[in-house]
């Protein structure tokens, strides 16, 4: 068959149609049905998602002292499908952050797109990285902008403050109680590259802006906390105890005015600490309080009207008798008075004043003066102490107890108690934290003082008030106790 010149040209555009069809159709298949997959293969290929990190809140004293803040950093980071020479970039990088080659090495030689180098690294070390990754047209290591927590006052208030570990959560102490405040919330946004590793855009409309974390301020008064301090490093090196803790609290508010505790550590070398330095002795340890539970026993009696301050009491001349178990004092005490038990610290005294009682109305006591339970700080690791139900007691529990003993206390759990005693009977809650709020000064949250019950009468507790000023006197067990110009009420333990 002959083709004449015009069927000749219909073929060949016929063909030229079907060419141009075939490119229109694929170009449509690229441009509308595959769109979003290949858009997606852009973007992972092109598009970081950077951190926006929020700002740790800042932790003060009652004074806006601050016991707690932070220090910007940066965190170095790699991508390494953006890397253009490894080698040269791994000798670079690991020679600025005093890092092992081959650790940096292993890392980059990679497909990973989010590659964490070194955190917490300073603003002098990474200017100066980022000049040499410049100068040698270096691409695919980036900054994030970070902080590290500094602790400005070191061992002090460090049961207290607590601290943070490299991810920015709380640990310990009131940066682990409120670290839900104090942490805030992280932001981020989207960084388009092009192919060298240049940053085109910002895309504005896929960014949070971050939430910085909330201000913390404690009850603490720097000033009364330095003094605390002091003291107990005196009385380690004089005493050479093996731990030791010390609370100041505001009987009337149940505000902690100061709080620490032996052994310590040094907050911003916590890697150097040990164990047993690291626990907050005030609320985690569980002791025999002695003698100065005399205290709860004479103030259940006198409450309960056994007894008044002035009544007498035979004191056996040192030795009684009870259960099948001889109970001895110090000293060959005759007649006392109920005062005078407490001034004289007398064992058998304090434990007829809790036989007049009776097992369950001591117990009783016992438990609204709020031992047996946490206080309620907000501190984490409280314990609730040991106080086992008269039904398990043997039959000189009723004597035992009174002087302190087959019982265990927290040293906040006593403090709260004694501060009972000077807020006319009625027990607060221990508080640590005064307010939260923003960093520009909106309340989030402050201290109200609660109170949990009147456990004893303000009379009575006024008279137990009146027996522990005698404590600290000439007459009484604690006379060096005694400060000149002030009103000291105490106990021996």
Request: net charge positive; glycine share 8%.
């Amino acid at each position: 068959m002959k083709w004449n010149s015009r069927t000749r040209c219909a073929i060949v555009c016929l063909g030229f149609v079907l060419l141009f069809s075939a490119f229109s159709f694929r170009l449509i298949y690229l441009q509308m049905i595959k769109h979003d997959q290949y858009a997606g293969l852009a973007a992972e290929k092109h598009v970081y998602k950077q951190p926006i990190f929020a700002e740790r809140g800042t932790i003060l004293d009652a004074n806006n002292e601050v016991l707690a803040h932070n220090v910007p950093v940066e965190t170095v980071v790699a991508d390494a499908t953006h890397l253009t020479e490894v080698e040269a970039t791994v000798d670079l990088v690991s020679g600025e952050l005093k890092l092992p080659r081959a650790d940096v090495s292993e890392k980059l030689h990679s497909d990973r797109r989010y590659i964490v180098l070194k955190r917490e690294v300073a603003k002098a070390i990474t200017d100066s990285l980022r000049q040499k990754l410049r100068a040698q047209n270096l691409r695919g290591i980036y900054f994030e902008q970070d902080a590290t927590r500094i602790y400005p006052n070191g061992v002090m208030l460090c049961h207290v403050i607590g601290f943070t570990d490299f991810e920015h959560h709380g640990i310990q102490g009131v940066e682990g109680s409120l670290d839900d405040y104090l942490r805030g919330q992280d932001g981020y946004r989207y960084i388009e590259h092009n192919r060298a590793g240049q940053e085109l855009v910002l895309y504005r409309g896929q960014e949070r802006a971050q939430r910085n974390g909330y201000q913390v301020h404690l009850t603490i008064d720097l000033n009364l906390q330095n003094i605390v301090e002091n003291e107990l490093d005196a009385a380690m090196r004089e005493y050479s105890p093996k731990k030791a803790t010390i609370i100041l609290m505001r009987p009337q508010t149940g505000e902690i005015l100061a709080m620490a505790n032996r052994p310590a550590f040094d907050l911003n070398r916590r890697s150097d600490a040990k164990p047993e330095q690291m626990k907050n002795r005030a609320i985690c340890d569980m002791m025999e309080p002695g003698s100065t539970f005399k205290i709860v026993t004479a103030a259940a009696a006198l409450n309960e009207h056994k007894f008044r301050l002035d009544s007498y009491i035979f004191c056996e001349k040192g030795v009684w008798n009870y259960g099948g178990t001889a109970l001895h004092d110090h000293a060959a005490f005759s007649d006392l008075s109920v005062k005078d038990i407490l001034v004289k610290s007398s064992n058998i005294g304090a434990a007829k004043l809790a036989v007049s009682l009776g097992d369950q109305k001591f117990y009783e006591y016992i438990r609204r003066f709020g031992f047996g339970e946490r206080t309620g700080i907000e501190l984490p690791g409280e314990i609730p102490g040991l106080i086992r139900s008269p039904q398990s007691w043997s039959k000189i529990s009723i004597t035992h107890i009174p002087m302190g003993h087959e019982i265990g206390v927290t040293p906040l759990q006593m403090t709260a108690a004694m501060c009972a005693i000077a807020n006319g009977g009625k027990l607060m809650t221990p508080r640590i934290v005064k307010s939260i709020t923003t960093s520009d000064g909106k309340t989030i949250s402050s201290l109200t003082p609660i109170a949990l019950r009147q456990v004893i009468s303000p009379e009575t507790a006024s008279q137990i008030g009146t027996a522990l000023r005698g404590v600290v006197s000439d007459r009484g067990t604690a006379a060096a106790a005694a400060v000149p110009g002030f009103i000291i009420a105490g106990k021996t333990g």
